[in-house]
């Protein structure tokens, strides 16, 4: 019984598997050829009784590669998609059932043509191409509103050189100088905007202020409430940076983190995590830095979350997060899947 309720439901997978096109042919009749594969041997397992206990066992090759390629798939939420993930679930907890009453040996073999299917599968899939989600309003329009958000402050955006926005790779950046009113303290306001999510992760701080001759000295983690959005926390990496010795030092007090697809994170592995596991429905990319610079001389200890640095810098970022959320960034509950 178990065996016929295994063939049915692998033969309705397969089905579903032939019928579900791809982007490239190549990787289309590898998922044909999986679901025929399927088909024939718990066809010849239901025919044969003899030796349907090593046809069940070849037959994990078939079975989890369709489920492999379904799942990524099924990210688009698409009815289609969405559908044949659910077969492929039935299909793989029917088999791993029927597996379950084989001997170990067999189970043993059935596990080997599972990783033999993944090795196959990640050799020959690729993510689809994402959807590009442009920006709804240009960053240098940021630079007004913040202006406005902070009475008194000055500054202007700056562009970069081109070899080094040639480097960056960003669709649209915000590179904001501003100083306070009474001139004795300077913030840069950096922003990067990438349309498709599985763009290269911009260049980070605790790499390009080394370069640059600095020295880091302390690199952290810290919540930060986003004080105009009811429940928004956030957690940027608080980065304390120095040149030079002595009173005449140059210190750097730097807030910086990631949005991908709206969701954010201080690290930049799970950046690119999130930004190949984002694309499939279609995503963006976006770093937000804010670098507030010490006057010479001063002596507070600007990681205390009590000093005017911290304060100033929390405040910045207090202003850009509701702003980019609000009017900048793409509304991803209202964008189709790429």
């Not at 000093?307 to 207090?318: E, M």
Request: charge should be positive; aromatic fraction near 8%.
């Amino acid at each position: 019984m178990a065996g016929s309720v295994v063939l049915l439901v692998a033969l309705v997978l397969a089905t579903a598997g032939v019928l579900q096109s791809w982007p490239a042919p190549g990787r289309m009749w590898v998922d044909v050829g999986a679901a025929a594969a399927g088909m024939v041997l718990l066809g010849l397992a239901g025919a044969w009784p003899q030796g349907s206990r090593w046809l069940i066992v070849a037959a994990a090759v078939p079975v989890a590669y369709l489920f492999l390629s379904a799942a990524p798939m099924a990210i688009s939420l698409r009815a289609g998609p969405v559908v044949r993930l659910a077969l492929a679930v039935a299909a793989v907890v029917v088999y791993v059932r029927v597996a379950a009453g084989q001997s170990h040996r067999m189970q043993y073999g059935a596990c080997l043509g599972v990783l033999g299917s993944a090795a196959v599968f990640f050799q020959v899939w690729e993510p689809p191409p994402p959807k590009p989600l442009p920006i709804v309003k240009s960053l240098a329009l940021l630079e007004p509103e913040l202006l406005r958000a902070m009475p008194a402050w000055t500054g202007r955006h700056e562009r970069l050189d081109e070899k080094i926005e040639k480097v960056l790779g960003a669709d649209e950046y915000l590179n904001l100088n501003l100083t306070s009113p009474d001139q004795k303290t300077r913030v840069l306001v950096f922003v990067t905007y990438n349309a498709n999510a599985m763009s290269q992760v911009p260049h980070v701080p605790w790499v390009c202020m080394v370069q640059a001759g600095f020295r880091q000295v302390d690199f952290r983690q810290d919540d930060m409430p986003i004080v105009a959005i009811p429940g928004k926390e956030i957690q940027p990496n608080v980065i304390l940076f120095e040149r030079g010795e002595g009173p005449g030092r140059l210190r750097a007090l730097m807030f910086q983190y990631f949005n991908v697809g709206g969701s954010y994170t201080a690290n930049r592995q799970v950046a690119r995590v999130l930004s190949t596991w984002s694309s499939l429905r279609g995503s963006y990319l976006s770093q937000t830095q804010v670098a507030v610079w010490l006057p010479p001389g001063d002596t507070q200890d600007p990681l205390d979350r009590g000093s005017p640095a911290y304060r100033l810098g929390a405040q910045f970022v207090n202003v850009l997060v509701p702003l980019l959320e609000k009017e900048y960034y793409p509304d991803l509950r209202g964008a189709e899947g790429g």
